[in-house]
């Protein structure tokens, strides 16, 4: 169901079209174990259970404890429940995992570490973003992208460290604005700065690559 806006009363609005339509009970409904029936209903129990936050802190909370007989029950509940808070869920534009928001409907990126990297997802896309808005339609800038794309995927196969990422992004930065201030570099020389053997190579950097294929099978000659 298609949200207006990216807010919490915007999702409510939609869950309640998506529960209440005529077709809803194809849509929402829970298996009766042996009878080939189903129910919208989710059996639940709630504890409201007081308790200090840390030992010996003197501080307490009402906890609330759910016991449910379906995933869909316990999913719905956390669901509901940080809708409630204020909450809303987005999927990181970066890497693509879900996360929570609250008070920042503009976010497009997480704030967890990129898997590979010690930089978060919201550094590394904000930075890519931060590119294309300063260089617009420069196909230098969308070599600079390129390169930046590759940088990734290997720093996410360890073929790099995230040290000599930096290094590399702050060479090739450094590239594009000697190409820009007209310099006489010309595009295809620039392109060619930027391929991944020729910027490493400037950087002093060897990209390490894992062995490919099965391993040589050690013959008695061979030993």
Aim: net charge positive.
């Amino acid at each position: 169901m298609k949200l207006d806006e990216l807010n919490p009363n915007s999702y409510a609005s939609a869950l309640s079209s998506f529960l209440y339509d005529e077709r809803s009970y194809k849509w929402i409904a829970n298996p009766i174990e042996g009878t080939g029936l189903f129910t919208s209903v989710d059996e639940m129990r709630v504890r409201h259970v007081p308790r200090e936050t840390q030992p010996g802190s003197g501080e307490y909370k009402i906890y609330d404890y759910y016991e449910v007989s379906t995933l869909q029950g316990f999913l719905k509940t956390d669901f509901y429940g940080a809708l409630s808070a204020g909450f809303i869920i987005r999927q990181c534009e970066y890497c693509g995992r879900y996360f929570l928001l609250k008070n920042a409907r503009h976010t497009k990126y997480c704030d967890r570490r990129f898997p590979g990297s010690n930089a978060t997802c919201a550094t590394l896309g904000y930075r890519m973003r931060g590119v294309k808005e300063a260089a617009g339609d420069d196909p230098r800038a969308a070599s600079l992208r390129r390169l930046l794309m590759r940088l990734d995927k290997d720093l996410t196969k360890k073929a790099i460290t995230y040290a000599e990422m930096e290094r590399v992004i702050a060479k090739a930065k450094d590239l594009y604005h000697d190409a820009a201030i007209g310099s006489g570099v010309s595009f295809e020389d620039f392109e060619e700065q930027l391929q991944s053997e020729n910027i490493y190579a400037l950087c002093g950097i060897e990209r390490r690559s894992k062995p490919r294929g099965r391993p040589k099978k050690v013959t008695p000659d061979d030993e």
